[in-house]
């Protein structure tokens, strides 16, 4: 047996560093999204699929179950689509959502409360940036997952009532990114169980008033306001826009809303990852 | 001397008002095995962790291979092995794929870094559990696959914070060994320890630690020559009786301390203050004459009341 440990010369490669991001990027972010994927080897499949079944469940009960004694739905644009095709491209949102932020927070919360992963991660070469843009990057792999899976159901029902609706699949990311990158700096602040349900009581009102199962002119406009504020209307909008071919100039301030969110998730994330394991 | 790998001067860190680290000065040449020594509390893993670059510092000047911590974390991070006091292994990943992702980590090709876990497996001896869960190992094979995943980078410093508390005395005197065989190939090591044997048997100099301030420096021997006697002797006369034979043995030896279950009487020749304790009259029910050790520096140092 060999006791004596040969040494490489440079196992490891010099670093290509930023002149700006140097302390907090390595630009090795995929070894992070790596482990995850590596981890996911241990994980419970039927929770992981539960997940997904939920928007189906959805789908099919009101879509087609209710859908039947609704009819048509006038869109905000006028267009006249059946109420399953109407909700469809709401659900897939939603389906992006659940997946990004099933890892962002959860599963974050617990990394960062109980176990010591970031700590060991940032002893090596990566940066707090690698940190969360792999992590939320994994997040949103799920998201995408959950979304494709609901596109292909979307698919088989005739729901998809434009070629647009291809675009839905990097929209779905974009959404996705936006959920795991805020989920994850969120979650990053929390330290207590009761403050994570905190997530879920946002979650929930989001998940049905954010014009999900009928158009938001049905509320009063202060009402309006504040569901217009939230990320789900907007991935909600985008989304219809694209599956339905309701296309208008408008569709990119969803874009930019998601932008905006993803980069302050990142921010925050970053910031926070930092202040608690690199102090 | 060849240009140090670490210098640290009047480093400092403060948790509020507090001072963990209250301005230490020391210097670390390449090759070369430091000890950080000192009771619980005393700054030893604050002290670590600055110079780890996972934590910076509140004041004074700190230099990693050249490098500043504060503004080049991950490169000087690239070129460092760290063993933190607690195990902070992953526990969703599979030993072996432990020593991979944590190579992925530093950015090494995916087959160099497969061929290095296996290495690191042989060397930790821990090829036969490649394949277990890390909550399934005992404290121990814990421990060595710790040290084997600091090793991954091929590290120029390697930081141990207390490697082998915990650890049966086999495992101890393996890790030892592995430690000393890395020293030879060139690592620069950097340790704490609460066992003196263990100081005496890796460090060539060492630096005691108490409350955030450095009390003493230099290399085992010369600490022991300097703030102990060559020999110690040991006596008991049963707990009442100690204190009163305290005044009859006055004047023996170089310095006599007082404990609630024994003198201790330091001394460059003990047997003969034992003999000069026995013509005095003295039966000491049990006595022994022992060599001075760095326990006994250290305990000099930094008093024997455990004072939290
Ligand atoms: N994050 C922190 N916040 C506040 N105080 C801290 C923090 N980390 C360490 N301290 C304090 O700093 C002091 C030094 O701690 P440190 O862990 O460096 O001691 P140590 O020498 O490693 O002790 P031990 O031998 O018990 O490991 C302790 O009083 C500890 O309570
Ligand atoms: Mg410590």
Same mark, same amino acid.
């Given at each position: 047996m060999t006791t004596t440990l040969p040494t490489s010369p440079a196992l490891v490669p010099a670093q290509t560093r930023s002149r700006f991001l140097g302390s907090i990027y390595a630009?090795?972010?995929r070894a992070v999204l790596g482990r995850g994927l590596l981890a996911t080897r241990t994980s419970n499949y039927w929770i992981v699929l539960s997940g997904f079944f939920e928007p189906v469940l959805y789908l099919l009960s009101l879509g087609i179950g209710l859908g039947s004694l609704i009819g048509t739905v006038t869109t905000a644009t006028g267009q006249h689509v059946p109420y399953a095709a109407y909700i469809a491209p709401a659900l897939l949102a939603v389906s992006a959502m659940n997946g990004a932020i099933y890892d962002s927070t959860w599963n974050v919360f617990f990394k960062m409360n109980y176990g010591k992963l970031?700590?060991?991660?940032?002893?090596?070469s990566i940066g707090p940036f690698d940190v969360a843009l792999g992590e939320i990057a994994f997040a949103l792999l799920r998201g995408l997952l959950y979304a494709i899976g609901f596109m292909i159901v979307m698919q088989f029902f005739g729901l998809n009532l434009a070629w647009t609706a291809l675009l839905a699949l990097p929209a779905v990311v974009l959404i996705a990114f936006g959920f795991a990158s805020l989920g994850m700096a969120i979650t990053s602040y929390m330290k207590t169980f009761q403050q994570m349900d905190w997530i879920?009581?946002?979650m929930l009102p989001m998940f049905i008033?954010?014009?999900t199962f009928y158009p938001i002119t049905v509320y009063p406009p202060a009402m309006q306001y504040i569901i217009e504020a939230l990320p789900l209307w907007h991935g909600v909008e985008l989304i219809r826009g694209l599956t339905t071919g309701d296309l208008s100039w408008g569709l990119l301030w969803h874009v930019l809303y998601f932008a905006a969110m993803i980069t302050v998730g990142l921010i925050f994330t970053t910031k926070r990852l930092r202040a608690l394991f690199l102090a | 001397m060849p240009e140090a790998v670490i210098t640290a001067s009047l480093l400092t860190k403060k948790y509020k008002d507090f001072a963990a680290v209250d301005g230490i000065s020391f210097e670390v040449a390449p090759g070369e095995s430091f000890g950080l020594l000192g009771p619980n509390g005393a700054g030893k893993s604050t002290t670590m962790r600055m110079v780890g670059a996972v934590s910076t510092r509140t004041s004074g000047d700190l230099t990693i291979l050249g490098l500043d911590p504060d503004l080049h974390g991950p490169e000087i991070r690239a070129q460092l092995g760290v063993v933190p006091q607690a195990d902070n292994l992953d526990q969703e990943?599979? =030993?072996? /794929?432990n020593l991979i992702v944590y190579g992925r980590y530093f950015g090494i090709p995916r087959r160099q870094v497969a061929k290095r876990a296996d290495e690191l497996l042989e060397f930790a001896q821990l090829s036969d559990r490649a394949k277990s869960r890390v909550d399934d190992l005992s404290g121990g094979m814990k421990r060595r696959l710790t040290i084997a995943r600091a090793l991954v980078n091929d590290p120029r410093i390697l930081l141990l914070d207390e490697p082998t508390t915990g650890l049966d005395p086999q495992a101890r005197h393996i890790l030892w060994d592995r430690l000393f065989r890395l020293k030879e190939q060139g690592t620069t090591l950097v340790l704490t320890t609460h066992y003196m044997d263990e100081a005496e048997q890796l460090c060539d100099r060492l630096v =005691?630690? /108490?409350?955030g301030k450095i009390m003493a420096e230099g290399?085992?021997?010369?600490?022991i020559k300097q703030y102990s006697t060559r020999e110690v002797v040991e006596v008991r006369f049963g707990s009442e009786k100690n204190a009163k034979v305290a005044k009859l043995i006055k004047g023996i030896g170089d310095r006599?301390?007082?404990l609630p279950d024994r003198i201790l009487i330091y001394s460059d020749n003990g047997e003969a203050e034992l003999s000069e304790i026995i013509k005095r009259g003295l039966n000491p029910i049990t006595s022994l004459v022992r060599r001075s050790s760095l326990e006994d520096v250290f305990l000099r140092l930094t008093g024997r009341s455990l004072i939290e």
């Open positions: 630009g090795n972010s970031y700590e060991g991660m940032l002893a090596t879920n009581f946002v008033f954010s014009a | 990943l599979r =030993v072996r /794929d =005691v630690v /108490d409350k290399s085992p021997a010369a600490l006599i301390e007082v």
